[in-house]
């Protein structure tokens, strides 16, 4: 799967490297326990490419609508996300109209529906998150560290923020629409003019609402300026239009066809919002046994099909509802956050130094030797770059709570989010969140290593 964003990333070598080695770090890799949740997403990333206005997503109802096939009928109530990637080009190169990306909601009902706006971000490639090169592991306890704007908004929602741009809660009339967002995408003053927004938002609706994300470009004022798009114009565009292009490749059927895999981009409703796991021995254990000295296990993150490392686990999500030309799955899982528990236990009988990684190894179905395979010198092509917060007690028993910034390369091994001293008997529990970042490019592992004593 390539990287959202990729044609942004500029910040990126292209440069030849000389042919790196493999090493293979001899381990199990488990399949991660527990499963998503069923809070629905509403998935916003096909066409990532958007030159011609028209909608990206629609979950309204078909009915007197002038391009019924593109609306999907998908009502949300209760809890439910929001995720959006898109990309602005000047095309031609002298057209420096900006974009404007609108998420309308739509109460179809007799009463007043709330919707609470729980977490939310939206920011651009250009000036709010530019892809800068950073290094592989930074403190990131205040959130000004990222790189790329799904690394910046995934950082601001895993602490809990919501962006100013967003009210704490709107209040749609019976049988009335409002904008959630009507934000543009800038290219005027780039050099390329190109540009890119991702949103992520968490809500919650005391009734039930459809959504629809749509993409416009600016309007004209009487003086010449440009506007953003009014609430009636989002309606219009919504009620007469058919999807916005140009569209991005079809996928290829999931079951393996021989030919070159397309996983496709996403637009679609997916199903499961957040991934708990208590990583333990087994099911009716309550604790997770730290390796034998020199030795580590892992467990697998957002895997995909041809991408198991030999768990034969598939955790993208399920499409509740998509357009026939977009992916199968949540290929990727951008914008969902795993929440893993690790309750360690020092079953030996002297002190251990264990440590806590997340590591992206060569991406494999069935692993060819036994073990991960990582590269000496890591590629040129950034595979992650996103927060990770980590939560234990330390050495002292004192609770720690630390935010780290990774940037992980292709076949890269990465360093401990965190390295425990252990004593004999030591019961440790170690808390690991993210939410995956876009423009990550699956699957990554969560390692738990043991070091070899000297």
Do not use: C
Request: glycine share 8%; charged share 15%.
């Amino acid at each position: 799967m390539l990287p959202l964003l990729l044609s942004l990333t500029l910040a990126q070598s292209t440069l030849p490297t000389p042919q790196a080695e493999e090493v293979v770090q001899p381990q199990i890799v488990r399949p991660l326990p527990g499963k998503l949740n069923a809070v629905p997403v509403f998935n916003s990333n096909s066409p990532e490419l958007v030159l011609k206005e028209g909608i990206l997503l629609s979950t309204f109802p078909p009915d007197g609508k002038k391009v019924p096939t593109a609306h999907l009928n998908f009502p949300f109530r209760g809890l439910f996300d929001i995720f959006a990637h898109h990309i602005a080009r000047a095309e031609p190169p002298e057209n420096l109209r900006s974009l404007y990306l609108g998420i309308i909601l739509h109460n179809p009902g007799s009463t007043p529906v709330t919707v609470n706006v729980l977490q939310a971000a939206s920011y651009l490639s250009q000036p709010d998150a530019p892809f800068i090169p950073l290094p592989s592991f930074t403190a990131n306890t205040l959130g000004t560290v990222f790189s790329g704007p799904g690394d910046r908004v995934t950082s601001d929602v895993l602490r809990g923020k919501r962006q100013d741009i967003f009210p704490a809660q709107i209040v749609i009339p019976p049988r009335q629409s409002q904008m959630l967002l009507n934000q543009p995408i800038p290219v005027q003053g780039l050099t390329p003019p190109l540009n890119g927004r991702s949103t992520l938002m968490r809500l919650r609706s005391n009734g039930t609402v459809y959504a629809a994300s749509l993409a416009m470009f600016a309007q004209t004022s009487p003086d010449g300026s440009d506007r953003p798009p009014t609430l009636e114009e989002w309606q219009n565009l919504l009620n007469n239009s058919d999807v916005a292009g140009p569209r991005d490749k079809t996928p290829t059927p999931l079951e393996d066809t021989g030919k070159p895999r397309i996983y496709g981009r996403v637009a679609g409703v997916a199903s499961g919002s957040q991934w708990r796991a208590l990583l333990v021995d087994n099911p009716k254990a309550k604790y997770l046994t730290i390796p034998q000295p020199g030795q580590a296990f892992s467990y697998a993150l957002s895997t995909l099909h041809g991408g198991t490392l030999g768990t034969g686990q598939i955790q993208s999500a399920k499409m509740l509802v998509r357009y026939p030309d977009t992916a199968y799955l949540a290929h990727g899982n951008y914008g969902i956050q795993y929440s893993l528990k690790l309750p360690l236990y020092n079953n030996t009988q002297s002190l251990q130094t264990v440590s806590v990684a997340i590591q992206t190894p060569l991406k494999e179905d069935q692993l060819v030797k036994p073990g991960l395979r990582f590269l000496s010198t890591p590629s040129n092509q950034v595979f992650f770059r996103g927060t990770v917060r980590v939560r234990y007690n330390d050495d002292q028993g004192k609770p720690q709570t630390q935010f780290v910034h990774l940037v992980q390369k292709r076949g890269q091994p990465g360093e401990p989010l965190t390295l425990l001293n252990m004593p004999a008997g030591d019961r440790r529990l170690v808390e690991v969140d993210l939410i995956y970042p876009p423009d990550a490019t699956p699957p990554q592992v969560l390692t738990v290593t043991t070091q070899a004593k000297s």
